[in-house]
């Protein structure tokens, strides 16, 4: 290679979206102080899905973590750092944010993570009903869809039983065009079309970027000026059907013992903005309510 030539790099000359990396105390502040739209409402709930093995249930840990300064660990999520063949979520949890001793009018659902079987799986009529609200805690996963007969479904859902956002969470280290990816890819876009009906927003955190970038590897606030994940984040783009401004690279807690302001500022950034969605419909719901 003469002296002239350069080797290709995955670090782009300027960061593609713009970033304020010492923001996480005013978002953590922001979001303690959140006041819902609806008075009547007792709390905004979201459901995180994703494919087995993509760190749904590690971004609800990272999300409680980073609210409380400590490392969480509630959702059981898959510890053992590759992707599983079953999901660890096997029934319907939701988790509360706390922030020091005062409880935020934040949930979180965790459920069934998507495998890559065939598209008629009950998964999709399962998460679906989730978010509608018609699916009690506590609620064991099954082969078959729950029915309306079932002691756990819930048949006049109030808004505080309802998701108002669904949050897709993706495995930047693994999300190409395969072909469990295109079936898990047909089974989300299934699920987005029936809730996109309802208005219901759809945000996407793309978790493990670390792995999937060496560049970010050594330093996270790389990741955007990784050619390599901006490239990522458009295909899961183009795939999904979720425009760039709802996708949210993330780092997870995986291995860690304390907390890190880098992870925290990312992790509260998708955050605050899947939480500002999810509380405008359901404004927006609680006024269709009024109006009928």
């Not at 709930?45 to 249930?57: M, P």
């Not at 984040?233 to 890190?260: A, D, Q, R, W």
Request: glycine fraction near 4%.
């Amino acid at each position: 290679m003469g002296a002239s030539e350069s080797k290709p790099t995955e670090q782009l000359n300027e960061a593609w979206r713009t970033f304020d990396w010492g923001q996480k105390e005013e978002l953590k502040e922001r979001l303690e102080k959140f006041t819902l739209s609806n008075p009547d409402v007792t709390n905004v709930k979201i459901l995180v899905a994703g494919q087995i093995g993509a760190g749904k249930s590690s971004f609800i840990n990272s999300v409680l973590s980073a609210f409380q300064g400590e490392i969480v660990n509630e959702a059981i999520a898959d510890v053992s750092g590759s992707a599983a063949s079953h999901s660890f979520t096997k029934r319907l949890r939701t988790y509360r944010i706390r922030s020091g001793d005062a409880d935020l009018p934040f949930e979180l659902c965790d459920v069934i993570g998507l495998e890559p079987e065939r598209i008629s799986e009950c998964q999709p009529d399962d998460i679906i009903n989730t978010i509608y609200g018609h699916v009690k805690e506590g609620y064991k996963f099954k082969e078959k869809p729950l029915t309306s007969d079932d002691e756990h479904y819930n048949q006049n859902p109030s808004l505080s039983d309802q998701a108002f956002c669904l949050v897709y969470v993706i495995d930047a280290n693994t999300f190409q065009l395969s072909e469990d990816d295109k079936i898990l890819t047909e089974k989300l876009r299934l699920i987005r079309q029936t809730i996109s009906d309802k208005g219901i927003p759809q945000v996407i955190v793309m978790s493990k970027v670390d792995e999937a970038s060496p560049l970010v590897s050594k330093d996270l606030k790389m990741v955007y000026r990784s050619k390599k994940i901006k490239e990522k984040m458009e295909l899961c783009s183009f795939k999904v059907g979720v425009p760039m401004s709802n996708i949210f690279p993330v780092k997870n807690y995986h291995n860690e013992i304390n907390t890190n302001d880098n992870v925290d500022v990312l992790i509260l950034k998708a955050f605050d903005q899947i939480v500002r969605s999810a509380d405008a419909r359901q404004r927006h719901a609680s006024n269709e309510c009024i109006q009928q």
